[in-house]
């Protein structure tokens, strides 16, 4: 692909990503999930570098992923390791049901979403970090989000060029979510990425 062809499909994604939440039933391919997995925060190179930017290069995220209806995939909910980014089971429930009740307000999109890919972090390392940093306490939690921002908007923009679509969802009980993602201490979820075939064509 030479660079004015890179350029183009980029910028055709940007214009080309809206936020959608009615999605098909058909199953998204497994590679199209690991695709969107690696443009989370997925190594670039053996160095360790990774796809969306970290301040001091912590990488805080912890990525998991709710996968309802992947093709050759357990349904289940997976972790994405951090240092492999290979995909471990946890568990063959569905927690959709659970994220969707945890979910302010209506969003019916959670609980049918092919896919949910959860964007947690671990606060207190980065909140260590840069304690020194105004305002003292508050700059780390800030570098979280905006980190979890860059990242989200990644996978989008994978989900965009692979076809597929979905729609960032920040609107939830953070205790009620952590629960059906049964995160471990010290983790808490940021955002859910609720991905699949759009239901109907995208207007980009
Ligand atoms: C921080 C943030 C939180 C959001 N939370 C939700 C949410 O809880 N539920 C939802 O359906 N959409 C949510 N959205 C998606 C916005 O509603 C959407 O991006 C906006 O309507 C603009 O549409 P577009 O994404 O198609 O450009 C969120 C977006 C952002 C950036």
Redesign the pocket.
Known sequence: MNEQTKLGSWRNAVEQ?????EFDSRPVAEADLRDLIWAAQGKTDASGNRTAPSAHALHPLRFFVMAAAVDTMTPGLYEVEHDSGELRLIHDRDIRPALETA??DE?P?VGAAPCVISVCADFVTPVRAFADQPPKGERGVRYVYIEA?AS?QNVLLQATSSGLAG??????DDTATAEALSLPDGISPV?HLCVGWPAKPVDG
């Open positions: 990503r809206r936020s959608v939440r979910a302010l969003q999109w921002g989200a729609v960032l969802v920040a609107g939830f955002l």
